[in-house]
């Protein structure tokens, strides 16, 4: 599904944000990304969500190659590919019914079918019956897995979490996990960057360490 | 159906700033609009005056009928020349007593006719310029039965300078207008771009065209101008009724060009809205 070859980032002549990079993502995989702050995590996610483009290298997301592909191309990619923040980014003036129908409407999706998405997403989520909530007045928990659902609506083939746990508390982060791990069992996979490295070895899904822009280290999926 | 949403849902946000970009939007079309008024009753005016443009061809005293009506058939076959009128010197002589009828000691003064016959030559309208005129002129004093040929040089050379500053004020203000106004909507747009920043961030994650990101700030961008063009218009409509109370004479623009203001306007909403979200997009 993602092939990131060999990938160097650079930020204008002086900090690299990757350094010869080499990932291969598959289908049902989940993978968490580890490391500091400055590790390179988010970087590799704005990589596989065509936010921005190797230097050198090559990276290939859901059989296409970043390398010449044009503007008009990208949207269609990121509607396969779902993404969630640490800060949620949800829209705050909206409610969390139409924040998720937000995904769709963009998409030119039929308002009927918008409707019925939105409501079996977030039964899903188990935040229906906070439909007409907005966003301040919920907890960061309840926005993140908001954000979910906006991110899941979609049906994508691919999540990505960046720091999907960093704003809310344990309790909230644990189950904000589960439920990521629940939809990596039903064929998405889900790519999550963390800088909790116990929440990441305390699971049997592959980890891949970056510091400095590098992977240092991979630890394969545990099949026990 | 969301484009529009988006478009009042940015207006409605934006309150201020549409109310500012509105009334500047309005003013610069309404100053607009007077220059227009102003230059559209000018040419009329001059339009007038110049129909008034035509060469006094004064003969020589003592040419008999034959040379005067061969003079007459050569002034008529020249180019430019709408029509030519023969005033004999009984005629000349009785216009002037009439023009003087109140001043009979003056008429008692003169004992015989001093006035020579002469030919009034009437021009095509596109031959009432200076240039034109004078060539024409020049012309019928070459005839041997023609002592002097004038046609107000003078005037005429005024009237044409006072179209050519008028063309020129007009393009000038027009231009300035065109670019105030762009700079205006350019500032404004990017300032309703930048305060929904957030919601074009998602919007960009979530899988949006850039196209369907600009919709509705190239609407509220035509939404300036075609408001601030119509109010402006209609502004424009309600000082001329007032001033035409005064001054019946007064003109205002014809519809097609009330259209073309409006018109004029939204193009320069449009277009600034073009530039500011392109340049958005593209950072």
């Given at each position: 599904?993602?092939?990131?070859?060999?990938?160097?980032?650079t930020y204008g002549n002086k900090w690299t944000g990757l350094d010869s990079v080499t990932l291969s993502i598959e289908k049902g995989d989940f993978i968490y990304l580890v490391g500091p702050s400055g590790a390179g995590k988010s970087t590799v996610l704005r990589l596989i969500y065509l936010d921005i483009f190797p230097s050198q290298g090559t990276v290939n997301v859901l059989g296409k190659s970043t390398a010449g592909i044009s503007r008009s191309e990208i949207?269609?990619?990121?509607?396969?590919?779902?993404?969630?923040?640490?800060?949620f980014k949800l829209l705050k003036d909206r409610n969390v019914f139409d924040n998720v129908m937000f995904a769709l409407e963009v998409t030119r999706c039929p308002?009927?079918?918008?409707?019925?998405?939105?409501?079996?997403?977030?039964?899903?989520?188990?935040?229906?019956?906070?439909?007409?909530?907005?966003?301040?007045?919920?907890?960061?928990?309840?926005?993140?897995?908001?954000?979910?659902?906006?991110?899941?609506?979609?049906?994508?083939?691919?999540?990505?979490?960046?720091?999907?746990?960093?704003?809310?508390?344990?309790?909230?982060?644990?189950?904000?996990?589960?439920?990521?791990?629940?939809?990596?069992?039903?064929?998405?996979?889900?790519?999550?960057?963390?800088?909790?490295?116990?929440l990441a070895e305390n699971s049997p899904h592959r980890i891949v360490y970056m510091d400095k822009g590098k992977i240092v280290e991979t630890r394969a999926k545990c099949t026990c | 159906m969301y484009v529009l949403k988006a478009a009042a849902s940015s207006i409605a946000r934006n309150r201020l700033m549409?109310?500012?970009?509105?009334?500047?939007m309005v003013v610069s079309?309404?100053?607009?609009?007077?220059?227009?008024?102003?230059?559209?009753?000018?040419?009329?005016?001059?339009?007038?005056?110049?129909q008034k443009v035509e060469i006094r061809a004064f003969l020589i005293d003592g040419k008999d009928p034959s040379e005067i009506a061969e003079a007459r058939s050569k002034i008529q076959?020249?180019?430019?020349?709408?029509?030519?009128?023969?005033?004999?010197?009984?005629?000349?002589?009785?216009?002037?007593?009439?023009?003087?009828?109140?001043?009979?000691?003056?008429?008692?003064?003169?004992?015989?006719?001093?006035?020579?016959?002469?030919?009034?030559?009437?021009?095509?309208?596109?031959?009432?310029?200076?240039?034109?005129a004078s060539a024409i002129a020049k012309?019928?004093?070459?005839?041997?039965?023609?002592?002097?040929?004038?046609?107000?040089?003078?005037?005429?050379?005024?009237?044409?300078?006072?179209?050519?500053?008028?063309?020129?004020?007009?393009?000038t203000v027009g231009v300035v207008i065109a670019f105030s106004c762009l700079f205006l909507v350019f500032n404004t747009i990017r300032l309703t771009v930048f305060a929904r920043r957030?919601?074009?961030?998602?919007?960009?994650?979530?899988?949006?065209?850039?196209?369907?990101?600009?919709?509705?700030?190239?609407?509220?961008?035509?939404?300036?101008?075609?408001?601030?063009?119509?109010?402006?218009?209609?502004?424009?409509?309600?000082?001329?009724?007032?001033?035409?109370?005064?001054?019946?004479?007064?003109?205002?623009?014809?519809?097609?060009?009330?259209?073309?203001?409006?018109?004029?306007?939204?193009?320069l909403g449009y277009t600034g809205s073009v530039f500011s979200v392109r340049r958005f997009l593209a950072a």
């Amino acid at each position: 599904m993602v092939e990131i070859s060999d990938v160097n980032v650079t930020y204008g002549n002086k900090w690299t944000g990757l350094d010869s990079v080499t990932l291969s993502i598959e289908k049902g995989d989940f993978i968490y990304l580890v490391g500091p702050s400055g590790a390179g995590k988010s970087t590799v996610l704005r990589l596989i969500y065509l936010d921005i483009f190797p230097s050198q290298g090559t990276v290939n997301v859901l059989g296409k190659s970043t390398a010449g592909i044009s503007r008009s191309e990208i949207p269609l990619i990121r509607r396969k590919i779902g993404v969630i923040f640490q800060d949620f980014k949800l829209l705050k003036d909206r409610n969390v019914f139409d924040n998720v129908m937000f995904a769709l409407e963009v998409t030119r999706c039929p308002a009927r079918i918008r409707k019925k998405k939105a409501l079996e997403t977030l039964t899903a989520l188990g935040m229906v019956h906070r439909r007409n909530e907005y966003p301040y007045s919920i907890s960061g928990g309840e926005q993140q897995r908001v954000a979910i659902a906006r991110a899941l609506v979609r049906e994508p083939l691919i999540l990505l979490a960046d720091e999907p746990t960093g704003n809310v508390d344990d309790r909230s982060g644990g189950e904000i996990v589960e439920l990521l791990n629940h939809i990596n069992r039903s064929g998405t996979a889900v790519v999550m960057a963390t800088h909790k490295l116990d929440l990441a070895e305390n699971s049997p899904h592959r980890i891949v360490y970056m510091d400095k822009g590098k992977i240092v280290e991979t630890r394969a999926k545990c099949t026990c | 159906m969301y484009v529009l949403k988006a478009a009042a849902s940015s207006i409605a946000r934006n309150r201020l700033m549409t109310f500012v970009s509105l009334g500047v939007m309005v003013v610069s079309i309404f100053v607009f609009g007077v220059f227009l008024v102003i230059t559209l009753n000018a040419q009329s005016l001059v339009a007038g005056l110049k129909q008034k443009v035509e060469i006094r061809a004064f003969l020589i005293d003592g040419k008999d009928p034959s040379e005067i009506a061969e003079a007459r058939s050569k002034i008529q076959d020249l180019q430019g020349v709408q029509s030519v009128t023969y005033v004999s010197k009984e005629e000349a002589y009785s216009r002037f007593k009439a023009d003087l009828s109140d001043k009979p000691d003056l008429l008692e003064a003169i004992e015989t006719n001093p006035f020579p016959a002469s030919f009034e030559v009437a021009l095509l309208p596109d031959y009432r310029t200076e240039k034109k005129a004078s060539a024409i002129a020049k012309q019928i004093e070459d005839l041997e039965a023609v002592e002097e040929a004038e046609y107000g040089r003078e005037w005429v050379a005024r009237l044409d300078e006072i179209v050519r500053i008028l063309v020129v004020v007009d393009i000038t203000v027009g231009v300035v207008i065109a670019f105030s106004c762009l700079f205006l909507v350019f500032n404004t747009i990017r300032l309703t771009v930048f305060a929904r920043r957030e919601e074009i961030e998602i919007m960009s994650l979530v899988g949006a065209t850039d196209g369907f990101i600009r919709r509705p700030f190239l609407l509220v961008g035509l939404f300036y101008g075609l408001v601030g063009g119509g109010f402006a218009s209609g502004l424009l409509y309600a000082v001329h009724r007032a001033i035409a109370l005064k001054i019946p004479a007064v003109k205002f623009l014809e519809p097609s060009y009330v259209g073309g203001l409006i018109l004029f306007a939204a193009l320069l909403g449009y277009t600034g809205s073009v530039f500011s979200v392109r340049r958005f997009l593209a950072a």
